[in-house]
Every structure is written in C-alpha cells, then in structure tokens.
C-alpha cells in the first residue's frame, strides 16, 4: 500500500513560482512511476508531468513545458514539482499520483494509469 501526502500549494501571482511536494509512504518508492494531474473546477483531470524510476526520464503536458520541473529524491520518498513563470490558467487543484513499474519501461500520462492518488493541494494563481 502506497500513501501519497501533497504539500506547496498557495495563492500566487501571475509570474511566480512555487514548488509542490508529494511524499510516499513504503520502502518501494524506487520503484514507483510518480506523476503529478491537476483539475480546474468544472474541468476533467489532466495530466501535468511525470517521471519514471529507472532512469528518471520525464514528460509533461505541452502546456506547461519549459515553466514546470518533476523531479524526485529516492532517499526522501519524495517526488517534486516545481513551477515557474504561473499563468492564472495554472490554477486547480493538483494530485500526485504513483504506480509500481517493475520493468520501469513505461512512463504513464493517464489517469487511469495510476493506482494511489493523493488528496490533493490547492494552487491559485492570481492576475
């Protein structure tokens, strides 16, 4: 069983940054794909930027690449995101979301894709 517990959020301004934590529970966390979703009110769930274990290799949404960095610490149990150069179309609430990949071949962008979710953190971006 794998716990996922976000941290970071807070109401910016346009052009700020701000760097969101996720930290896991378990001693599997070298082998977990972490991702980081993000929902707007009245909006599905999308995909924002995830990496994966074996060689950390990442991929993000085309709407926040160039401003947002996933990265992580093995020996923290925790993946990052850090956020420059927020837009106001930033905000929503953002999930962490981390699943076991043994082969660690796969880097995974859907929802679906992922088993353990975290609660979530608030992100606002102000004009």
């Known amino acids: 069983q794998v716990q996922l517990v976000e941290s970071g959020g807070e109401l910016v301004q346009a052009g700020d940054s701000l760097r969101l934590s996720c930290a896991a529970s378990?001693?599997?966390?070298?082998?977990?794909?972490m991702g980081w979703f993000r929902q707007a009110p009245g909006k599905e769930r999308e995909f924002v930027a995830a990496?994966?274990?074996?060689?950390?290799?990442?991929m993000y949404a085309n709407s926040v690449k160039g401003r947002f960095t996933i990265s992580r610490d093995n020996a923290k149990n925790t993946v990052y995101l850090q956020m420059n150069s927020l837009k106001p179309e930033d905000t929503a609430v953002y999930y962490c979301?981390?699943?076991?990949?043994?082969?660690?071949?796969?880097?995974?962008?859907?929802?679906?894709?992922?088993?353990?979710w975290g609660q979530g953190t608030q992100v606002t971006v102000s004009s």
């Open positions: 979301a981390a699943d076991y990949d043994f082969r660690g071949s796969s880097l995974p962008s859907t929802p679906r894709e992922y088993g353990y």
């Open positions: 990496i994966r274990w074996r060689d950390t290799g990442t």
């Open positions: 378990g001693p599997t966390f070298a082998i977990l794909n």
